[in-house]
């Protein structure tokens, strides 16, 4: 009897050492299972900065680009303007070429009629002339050889070699700035495909965000098993790399 009591008490003793060994073991799994859940929380804050930092850079684009086209639509209206004023300043040149043609032309016939009246004075009155008629003829050719030098200074030649300068620094200006509209617009067609990459690559970021908080909650709401946990540290790299990400929660 005695030796089946020492017997009962010997197992009791086994049973409550292997009882207090599983609590044991259970309380660091429980321990170790809230240092790895608290780290796939630390994670979470961590992917969480990155998605904002990445907003923030997506949206420092945007707001670059659309100072960029705002500056090319300026460049383009500045242009417009020069073409403008460039056609106002040909018409005004040709009007003036115009003006002085005529004046031109006007003092070749009033040469002409001089001459003639001259001749036909001189022959009428026996080669003479009055005072009076030779104080009118040499006002006139004075009149003409001022009209000439004005026409020689001022007229048509010059008018139209600034007319060719002026024409030639605009379509100087206006290829220059044809060149850097490219160039710019080449520029904002590639900035436009980064942003077009930012924007799926955050969009991708943000699906799977949303499907990790999703994941999150669920871990605060069920058991979550080892091979879960270590599927999700498994998964960070590619979380973080932005690619498609399909979970598969297992729950006990």
């Known amino acids: 009897m005695r030796n089946k009591l020492a017997h009962v008490e010997t197992e009791l003793n086994l049973s409550k050492q292997s009882v207090t060994t599983h609590a044991d073991n ?34 420092d684009r945007e707001n670059e680009v659309a100072t960029r086209e705002k500056n090319m639509e300026n460049k383009e209206e500045e242009l417009q303007v020069k073409a403008e004023k460039l056609q106002s300043h040909e018409a005004k040149l040709k009007e003036e070429g115009r003006r002085l043609q005529n004046v031109t032309h006007r003092l ?9 009246d001259k001749k036909k004075r001189v022959k009428q009155q026996g080669g003479r002339i009055s005072l009076r008629q030779a104080k009118i003829l040499n006002e006139m050719k004075r009149q003409t050889r001022l009209l000439e030098e004005q026409f020689k200074n001022n007229g048509c030649p010059a008018a139209f070699k600034e007319l060719e300068a002026n024409r030639n620094r605009i379509e100087e200006e206006r290829a220059a700035m044809q060149a850097e509209r490219d160039g710019e617009g080449t520029q904002l067609e590639s900035m436009k495909a980064a942003l077009e990459a930012a924007k799926t690559e955050n969009s991708g970021l943000q699906d799977t965000i949303a499907r990790l908080e999703l994941y999150l909650s669920m871990f605060k709401l069920s058991a979550v098993t080892e091979k879960d946990i270590e599927e999700f540290t498994e998964w960070k790299a590619v979380i973080r790399d932005g690619k498609p990400l399909e979970f598969r929660l297992q729950w006990v």
């Open 108 to 116: 070749q016939r009033e040469r002409e009629q001089l001459d003639a």
């Open 26 to 59: 259970l309380l660091k799994a429980q321990a170790s299972h809230a240092k790895k859940l608290q780290d796939v929380h630390e994670d979470m804050n961590n992917l969480t900065r990155e998605v904002n930092g990445r907003k923030k850079k997506l949206e």
